[in-house]
């Protein structure tokens, strides 16, 4: 290890990334803009931070080097949130509505590439609920069961009601 | 009496929803196709919401609809425009904005905030900060009282949600519920809110004095939007409400479970016992995962099986150390976070950190210069 193990935390001020030696010593801001950043996660040599922030309204996801920020990297194009990183450091998987995607990251050349949709959350074996990438390009998932087969055909009903009100009063009284 | 919904009303998957005050127009915003649109309840058209020149659909970020369901404010991040049913669009209202739309009163005044301020601006004027408040936590903010006082949830992390009112005149708060979120109070002198199990509650509310009657719930399983956690609900002056109702569900969650997943979309499960699993993090190497069981930390050792528990409690989160031999457990109070050191093995804990809030943390190597 160098002159001590340092986490990224998102600050609560404005959902900032900062930088806190675990040895002791202050915080420091890593990255401190405007607009939100969060879910940071170091990548395994310690070079490289992957986040996600709002900055164009939305979450996208980016990469920057570490400590020192470089450049935004886009890792995302157009939707993405909580990305982790794999533990061999070369994919970044990410939140993309209802699938998680996945995009390819080269240090050396600091490039991204092979963006997709990894796998849809609701799996024959339940809906994921949380993910982080593991060894040998597998998946950690948390999964629960979807429901069953007559439920998921029971599609959700929209309802308009007018005269709520009255009801409301004979429920709750007036 | 409850109406017929026309089937290219596609309020199943719609988030967003809102009703004129008349009760004359519906919008929602519906994806996969990302779009906005609008339904005329009493004609039964039903067509996109005319977005201004070189404004995409996927650049909405929020959207307001006026009393009388004619003209919606479109918040793109970077201006609010007003646009029309039939099309015309004003120049932006505001521009810079990015953020949040609260409200569009009767007599134009639109009210948006960041997390630090409110500002109230009227079309060609300057916005005027009107709200001084740590809205950091702050959702489903709607003014009542004529824009005297303000309705909003604490979602404070740890917190099931509180409804609060806060008086303008006096910069005062009153906790109205807890927990309930998204209310909204109708016109009827009705508070009516959501719970996490999908019923709406609601309850007597004299605004004036913040007095409030016991809560009945009047809804079940109404559905609750996905991404932010709204009632897909919304109700008129007059008393017409829209809303999506859902089959009730198991409680799931309570029966969620560890696996790991190849490519193939083929789980490899994890022996632990099914609970309410939150989140979990895995080692590098591939060794333990830590992980959130009803509230409660656990390690488990992949090979074998074999669990143990940490002995924390709370709203935690897991990192381990590059090296796979430590790991970072954070702690967040509400008050503030405790980050912990353990080995995958058990044992107690090696050191801590205090810190004044943490959302999410990771750990590296790189020295702090």
């Given at each position: 290890?160098g002159g001590g193990r340092d986490q990224t935390r998102d600050s609560r001020n404005d959902s900032d990334l900062w930088r806190v030696?675990?040895?002791?010593?202050?915080?420091?801001?890593?990255?401190?803009?405007?607009?939100?950043?969060?879910?940071?996660?170091?990548?395994?040599?310690?070079?490289?931070?992957?986040?996600?922030?709002?900055?164009?309204?939305?979450?996208?996801?980016?990469?920057?080097?570490?400590?020192?920020?470089?450049?935004?990297?886009?890792?995302?194009?157009?939707?993405?949130?909580?990305?982790?990183?794999?533990?061999?450091?070369?994919?970044?998987?990410?939140?993309?509505?209802?699938?998680?995607?996945?995009?390819?990251?080269?240090?050396?050349?600091?490039?991204?590439?092979?963006?997709?949709?990894?796998?849809?959350?609701?799996?024959?074996?339940?809906?994921?609920?949380?993910?982080?990438?593991?060894?040998?390009?597998?998946?950690?998932?948390?999964?629960?069961?979807?429901?069953?087969?007559?439920?998921?055909?029971?599609?959700?009903?929209?309802?308009?009601?007018?005269?709520?009100?009255?009801?409301?009063?004979?429920?709750?009284?007036? | 009496?409850?109406?017929?919904?026309?089937?290219?009303?596609?309020?199943?998957?719609?988030?967003?929803?809102?009703?004129?005050?008349?009760?004359?127009?519906?919008?929602?915003?519906?994806?996969?196709?990302?779009?906005?649109?609008?339904?005329?309840?009493?004609?039964?058209?039903?067509?996109?919401?005319?977005?201004?020149?070189?404004?995409?659909?996927?650049?909405?970020?929020?959207?307001?609809?006026?009393?009388?369901?004619?003209?919606?404010?479109?918040?793109?991040?970077?201006?609010?425009?007003?646009?029309?049913?039939?099309?015309?669009?004003?120049?932006?209202?505001?521009?810079?904005?990015?953020?949040?739309?609260?409200?569009?009163?009767?007599?134009?005044?639109?009210?948006?905030?960041?997390?630090?301020?409110?500002?109230?601006?009227?079309?060609?004027?300057?916005?005027?900060?009107?709200?001084?408040?740590?809205?950091?936590?702050?959702?489903?903010?709607?003014?009542?009282?004529?824009?005297?006082?303000?309705?909003?949830?604490?979602?404070?992390?740890?917190?099931?949600?509180?409804?609060?009112?806060?008086?303008?005149?006096?910069?005062?708060?009153?906790?109205?519920?807890?927990?309930?979120?998204?209310?909204?109070?109708?016109?009827?002198?009705?508070?009516?809110?959501?719970?996490?199990?999908?019923?709406?509650?609601?309850?007597?509310?004299?605004?004036?004095?913040?007095?409030?009657?016991?809560?009945?719930?009047?809804?079940?399983?109404?559905k609750i939007e996905p991404l932010f956690g709204s009632m897909v609900l919304t109700a008129d002056s007059y008393g017409t409400v829209?809303?999506?109702?859902?089959?009730?569900?198991?409680?799931?969650?309570?029966?969620?479970?560890?696996?790991?997943?190849?490519?193939?979309?083929?789980?490899?499960?994890?022996?632990?016992?099914?609970?309410?699993?939150?989140?979990?993090?895995?080692?590098?190497?591939?060794?333990?995962?830590?992980?959130?069981?009803?509230?409660?930390?656990?390690?488990?050792?992949?090979?074998?099986?074999?669990?143990?528990?940490?002995?924390?409690?709370?709203?935690?989160?897991?990192?381990?150390?590059?090296?796979?031999?430590?790991?970072?457990?954070?702690?967040?109070?509400?008050?503030?976070?405790?980050?912990?050191?353990?080995?995958?093995?058990?044992?107690?804990?090696?050191?801590?950190?205090?810190?004044?809030?943490?959302?999410?943390?990771?750990?590296?190597?790189?020295?702090?210069?």
């Open positions: 290890m030696p675990t040895d002791g010593g202050a915080p420091t801001p890593f990255l401190e803009a405007v607009w939100s950043e969060g879910q940071g996660d170091i990548s395994p040599d310690g070079r490289w931070v992957v986040f996600h922030d709002d900055e164009l309204g939305h979450n996208e996801v980016f990469i920057r080097s570490y400590p020192t920020p470089g450049p935004k990297i886009a890792v995302s194009n157009g939707l993405g949130g909580g990305p982790e990183g794999s533990p061999d450091g070369t994919e970044i998987t990410y939140g993309l509505g209802d699938s998680i995607g996945a995009a390819s990251w080269e240090p050396e050349t600091q490039t991204v590439s092979d963006r997709r949709p990894l796998t849809h959350k609701t799996t024959e074996s339940g809906r994921i609920t949380w993910h982080e990438p593991a060894t040998g390009g597998r998946l950690l998932v948390v999964l629960e069961p979807v429901p069953d087969e007559e439920e998921a055909t029971d599609p959700p009903e929209a309802r308009v009601i007018t005269n709520w009100f009255e009801e409301l009063k004979r429920l709750v009284g007036n | 009496m409850e109406l017929p919904v026309p089937s290219e009303v596609r309020l199943a998957r719609a988030e967003d929803l809102q009703i004129s005050g008349d009760g004359s127009v519906v919008a929602f915003w519906a994806p996969p196709s990302d779009t906005s649109f609008f339904w005329n309840l009493r004609t039964q058209e039903v067509a996109p919401i005319p977005l201004p020149s070189g404004v995409r659909d996927e650049d909405v970020w929020a959207m307001l609809i006026s009393g009388d369901g004619s003209q919606f404010l479109v918040n793109t991040g970077t201006a609010i425009w007003r646009t029309a049913a039939n099309g015309r669009t004003s120049a932006p209202i505001v521009t810079l904005p990015n953020r949040a739309l609260y409200h569009w009163a009767a007599d134009g005044t639109v009210y948006y905030g960041d997390n630090d301020a409110g500002y109230r601006v009227v079309e060609g004027g300057d916005p005027q900060r009107s709200l001084d408040k740590d809205w950091r936590e702050a959702s489903w903010i709607r003014p009542i009282r004529n824009g005297e006082a303000i309705l909003y949830t604490d979602m404070s992390p740890g917190e099931a949600g509180r409804i609060i009112l806060l008086d303008l005149s006096t910069d005062e708060d009153t906790v109205l519920v807890e927990p309930g979120f998204d209310a909204h109070y109708l016109e009827s002198g009705h508070l009516i809110y959501g719970g996490r199990d999908g019923q709406v509650r609601a309850a007597l509310f004299d605004p004036e004095s913040s007095e409030i009657g016991e809560p009945v719930v009047v809804l079940d399983s109404v829209v809303y999506v109702k859902e089959a009730p569900r198991e409680k799931s969650s309570l029966n969620r479970r560890l696996a790991i997943m190849d490519r193939s979309g083929g789980p490899e499960l994890v022996r632990t016992e099914e609970g309410d699993i939150g989140n979990a993090s895995i080692s590098r190497d591939g060794g333990h995962i830590a992980f959130s069981r009803d509230g409660n930390a656990w390690v488990v050792e992949v090979l074998t099986g074999r669990t143990h528990e940490l002995g924390i409690q709370g709203q935690l989160s897991y990192v381990w150390s590059p090296n796979s031999e430590e790991l970072a457990v954070g702690d967040n109070t509400g008050e503030g976070t405790t980050i912990t050191f353990w080995r995958p093995d058990g044992g107690a804990a090696l050191a801590g950190l205090e810190l004044p809030f943490v959302s999410r943390h990771t750990v590296g190597d790189s020295p702090v210069n």
